[in-house]
């Protein structure tokens, strides 16, 4: 089964500007949920989607959002990009949103400039 | 104080020793425990998931969870140097409205050949 995909791998952006990463999970897998990892900060979680709706959010600003499609699959858009946005995203998707382990992608490692 | 303390190490060992890897916790509602295995440019894969307190083995790999202590750890016996890569310990409550992931920071491992 192939696992969690995640596009592009590589992202390199200026600041003021949008950008949208692509997520398609383990297939059967409802749950996707979004996490962005940095050295000072390590994994902290963006949110979740489940059946297309948006069930959690972390303490991230406005810029920050997503959405997940009747597939599963899902996108995340960060608007107005600063140098301090760059970071690997992680996507993780579960079967279940409960009682369920999260799966990650290999991420979009995003450098803004 | 953060919600999960993790020390980042780096670690480095001899091949076939013993590791120990731990991390503390101060949420009492943390329910579910993970550990997950990080190479580098790739995403964390899940190594061991466990449900409240105990130990569950897997091969070389066991995770022990004491809640009364809020401690849990990941021993790895007989370490390879494929074993080498950043540890991140991961907890979530049992809240289904809530279910993220808590992250340490992790713990970078290397092991000698």
């Known amino acids: 089964k192939a696992g969690v995909t995640q596009t592009p791998r590589y992202l390199i952006k200026t600041r003021g500007q949008q950008v949208t990463l692509s997520c398609s999970p383990i297939s059967g897998h409802r749950s996707v949920s979004w996490y962005q990892q940095t050295p000072g900060q390590g994994l902290q979680f963006l949110f979740e989607?489940?059946?297309?709706?948006?069930?959690n959010k972390g303490n991230f600003p406005g810029r920050f959002s997503g959405r997940q499609f009747s597939n599963s699959r899902s996108e995340m858009n960060v608007s107005t990009l600063e140098l301090g946005d760059s970071a690997l995203y992680l996507c993780?998707?579960?079967?279940?949103?409960?009682?369920?382990?999260?799966?990650f992608g290999n991420g979009t490692r995003l450098t803004v400039t | 104080q953060k919600e999960v303390e993790q020390d980042p190490g780096p670690l480095s060992v001899p091949e076939g020793a013993i590791v120990s890897l731990n991390c503390t916790y101060s949420?009492?509602?943390?329910?579910?425990f993970m550990w997950y295995r990080q190479y580098s440019r790739k995403g964390p894969e899940l190594l061991m998931y466990?449900?409240?307190?105990g130990n569950k083995e897997d091969g070389r790999f066991t995770a022990q969870v004491d809640k009364s202590s809020k401690y849990i750890s990941l021993f790895i016996r007989d370490s390879q140097p494929s074993d080498s890569a950043t540890y991140l310990c991961?907890?979530?409550?049992?809240?289904?409205?809530?279910?993220?992931?808590?992250f340490g920071k992790g713990t970078l491992l290397t092991v000698n050949p």
């Open positions: 949420n009492s509602a943390f329910q579910y």
């Open positions: 466990t449900y409240s307190s």
């Open positions: 991961a907890m979530s409550d049992s809240g289904g409205s809530n279910y993220k992931l808590t």
């Open positions: 993780a998707s579960s079967l279940e949103r409960k009682s369920s382990p999260l799966h």
């Open positions: 989607y489940f059946s297309e709706t948006q069930r």
